[in-house]
């Protein structure tokens, strides 16, 4: 597959390295939706007995909405998956909500990766994007929430054909920002989305959030972070992004 040319001898050994635009995963990367998730699953469980909420939060992680309910809901017919996938996302945020718990925040490090992608003059850089597997009305949503800018380059679930573990928004958001996708570093939280970056032909960086770290080293990630508190992205003054490992997992 492509982006799988990178040998293990070699993908941890280095703590710096250059790029032409990166591209972030929203969910469980640049955001913590947990108690949103959970209770939308709880809810969803009304209609849907039979699920089982453990093995899906362990399973679900990094795929598109769609995806996740055509496959533990049973439902297939076109119309009603996008519908509950609309239903879906907007429990997750009626459930962040419940009891006054702010259940979509920020993750560490985030505000600081963010900010160092923009310059004085430069209000919209198109040198980054958010490829995530959410719909564009909660993915919109979300992200006001926590207080994230919404960049000019954006893909959503209903702008691919195939999501994640596929290449598709990968290289979708690779295009969108005018380069390879070989110069492109990825940012993920879940296998399924190291797996799409690494199809697509990006390097790619993983954050244990979600998942172990003994379950994201098996991704074959180019690095290996806690979180984005651990990186460290500059701009050259040639317009590339160089990033700096803080501290490797």
């Known amino acids: 597959m492509p982006g799988e040319h990178h040998s293990n001898a070699t993908r941890r050994d280095h703590d710096e390295d250059t790029f032409d635009a990166v591209l972030f995963d929203m969910d469980g990367t640049l955001i913590d939706s947990t108690a949103g998730v959970v209770g939308a699953w709880h809810t969803f469980k009304i209609k849907y007995p039979t699920l089982d909420i453990t093995e899906i939060l362990n399973t679900s992680h990094g795929v598109r909405t769609v995806d996740n309910l055509r496959l533990h809901c049973g ?5 009603e998956l996008e519908s509950e996938a609309v239903r879906f996302e907007e429990e997750i945020v009626n459930s962040s909500r419940t009891d006054g718990i702010d259940g979509i925040v920020r993750l560490p490090g985030v505000s600081e990766v963010i900010d160092s992608l923009f310059l004085a003059s430069d209000s919209s850089p198109t040198r980054w ?7 564009r009305a909660y ?3 979300a992200l006001q929430i926590a207080g994230i800018p919404q960049p000019k380059n954006f893909v959503c679930a209903e702008d691919v054909t195939k999501g994640k573990p596929y290449p598709d928004p990968y290289l979708l958001g690779a295009k969108m920002c005018g380069v390879e996708p070989s110069r492109c570093l990825v940012f993920e ?6 797996s799409s970056g690494r199809a697509a032909g990006c390097k790619t960086l993983a954050v244990v959030t979600t998942h172990s ?8 990630a180019d690095y290996l972070v806690k979180n984005l508190s651990e990186v460290k992205l500059e701009l050259t003054l040639d317009g590339k992004i160089h990033l700096q490992i803080l501290k490797k997992e």
């Open 129 to 135: 994007a958010i490829c995530t597997s959410a719909t």
């Open 213 to 220: 770290k003994e379950s994201m080293q098996k991704t074959g």
């Open 139 to 141: 993915a919109t949503q």
């Open 75 to 79: 439902i297939t017919d076109p119309d």
């Open 189 to 194: 939280d879940a296998p399924s989305g190291i």
